[in-house]
Each structure stands twice: as C-alpha cells, then as structure tokens.
C-alpha cells in the first residue's frame, strides 16, 4: 500500500489565492482527518469524516476553509481566500474499523502539505 | 475534554544512551495512548499504542511505554538510542471508542555522536 497520499508537498501561494490542498487516503480506511500544524498550537483537528460523510468540522477556523469527501479515496480541503495566518503544515490521516471499533483511533498520516501564504 | 502534557520541549541525548520521554494525560476512564514519531518533512508515524491489558506495550523500533493509571502516565523509552531516532515525538490520547486524538506539544530529540 502507498500509504495517505498528499498533493501538492508545498505550495506558495499570495494572499486571496485559492488553495486547494489533496488527499487520497489508505483502501478501506473509513475515517479521514484533516489536520494543521504549526508551531504555536501544535497539531490541531480540522475535520474528521466517516464513511464519506463529515461528522465534526469544529475545528475549522472559519468560514474560508472547506473539505469535501466526494468518495472513498479522495478528499481536498480548500481555503478561499488565503490568508498569511493559514500558513502551516496540512496534514491528511486516515483509519480503518479495526478490531473492536478500535482502529479508528489508529491513524496513519499522510507526509503532509506545507503551505506558505505571502 | 481529555489533555496531553508533555513536560520536556527538547532532549539532547547521546547515541548508545537510554532515552525515556514523558507524557502525562489528564482523562476520567482508561484512555487510549499512542506514541507518534515524526521525522524532519515528514508525516506522523505510529510507534505504540495502548488500549488494554498489559501496561507495557512494545513497538516498533525497539521503543516501548509503560501505562501507569496511578500517576496518569504513558512514558516512552528506548534502551539504546540511534542517530536515527533523531525526531519529534507527540504522545495523543482518545477516550475510548472516540476518534478524536488530543495531541501533546511534543518533544525534540537530538541525537549527539
């Protein structure tokens, strides 16, 4: 397995840009997560999706971020319009059922996307 | 809400030397634990984790942890360290059946000849 693929590594964008970050996650993995990292807060939950489906977007910031789940193997989180503020390592995780319901808590994490907003 | 305190930001240790790295959580019922390692540039990778059962639990290169429901610990060693073990390490804890990680802030190991 090639493992939680991410697209693109890094991007450099200008403020107001359009971001649009990519993720396909392990084949029969049912959970995926978007997380940010950064310096200041640590590793931080954006959203969390199950079988498709958002089930917590709490932890995305505001308004300017999205994330979509179209299918079972490919997910993207966007943020229009960029800010400098947004600038941070995007990280794309995912989880199977697993024995007991205990694998969703067993992620396996993408190499992630750095982002830099000018 | 459940909390991870990692206590040391940075820890120099010298290649063949023990390391042993603290995570304290702050959680009502048995926790899940888990131990991630990343490297420079790179995602996350499981090292350990606990659900139940035996209190040490062994992982993959040559780590391991021990639970200690009594001081709320899950501490992660190694007997030898490599050069290659040279990352940051996050400890995370979920409550049971939750797929929400909370992760710790981290600890930076540096490795020295």
């Known amino acids: 397995d090639a493992g939680v693929i991410q697209s693109p590594r890094h991007e450099v964008t200008e403020m107001g840009q359009e971001v649009t970050l990519r993720c396909k996650p392990i084949s029969g993995h049912n959970s995926l997560f978007w997380y940010r990292q950064t310096m200041m807060r640590g590793l931080e939950l954006l959203i969390y999706?199950?079988?498709?489906?958002?089930?917590?977007d709490s932890g995305m910031p505001e308004d300017r971020f999205s994330a979509k789940m179209p299918n079972a193997s490919f997910s993207t989180l966007k943020i229009q319009p960029s800010e400098p503020r947004d600038s941070a390592v995007y990280f794309c995780a995912s989880s199977g059922p697993g024995q007991g319901g205990r694998g969703a808590n067993v992620l396996t994490f993408g190499a992630g996307s750095r982002l830099t907003v000018l | 809400a459940q909390s991870v305190t990692q206590p040391d930001i940075h820890i120099t240790v010298s290649e063949g030397a023990s390391l042993e790295l603290r995570c304290n959580y702050s959680y009502g019922a048995t926790p899940y634990l888990f131990w991630y390692v990343q490297s420079p540039g790179q995602g996350l990778q499981l090292l350990l984790k606990?659900?139940?059962?035996?209190?040490l639990v062994q992982g993959i290169k040559g780590f391991e942890a021990e639970f200690k429901r009594s001081q709320s610990s899950f501490n992660l060693r190694k007997p030898s360290v490599h050069w290659s073990d040279a990352a940051e390490y996050f400890c995370?804890?979920?409550?049971?059946?939750?797929?929400?990680?909370?992760f710790g802030a981290g600890t930076t190991v540096t490795v020295r000849a």
């Open positions: 999706f199950n079988n498709n489906v958002p089930i917590d």
């Open positions: 606990y659900f139940s059962g035996d209190t």
């Open positions: 995370a804890v979920a409550r049971s059946n939750d797929y929400k990680l909370s």
